[in-house]
């Protein structure tokens, strides 16, 4: 069974920073894609970032600039780097990412964890 858990999420002052991760575990031979998406209250989950599997970022265009994806694929692991954090980037932070052989690949999300921007 395969689990993406998110940490890295909490409570920061309008222009601080943080750092999530994204840890994949279980039972699989590769991990493609992976990506970022987040829910404000009361919003629709949008992305953020994906990133494939030789380290090319792709970001959503209102994204770019204070948020920086990249990922270590010897500890299976994505990381979302956010500056200057805005009390508008309050959400719930979740990982996706395509996982699983060389013939087939399913889709996995994280449980998210909550970034809240204080001003």
Do not use: H
């Amino acid at each position: 069974q395969v689990q993406l858990v998110e940490s890295g999420g909490g409570l920061v002052q309008a222009g601080g920073s943080l750092k999530l991760s994204c840890t994949a575990s279980g039972s699989f031979v590769t991990i493609a894609d992976m990506r970022w998406y987040r829910q404000a209250p009361g919003m629709q989950r949008e992305p953020i970032a994906r990133i494939t599997v030789d380290g090319t970022a792709i970001y959503i265009d209102s994204m770019k600039g204070r948020f920086t994806i990249s990922r270590d694929n010897a500890k299976n692991t994505v990381y979302l780097q956010m500056n200057g954090l805005r009390p508008e980037d309050t959400a719930v932070y979740y990982c996706n990412a395509d996982i699983g052989s060389d013939r087939s690949l399913s889709n996995y999300w994280g449980q998210g964890t909550q970034v809240t921007v204080s001003s």
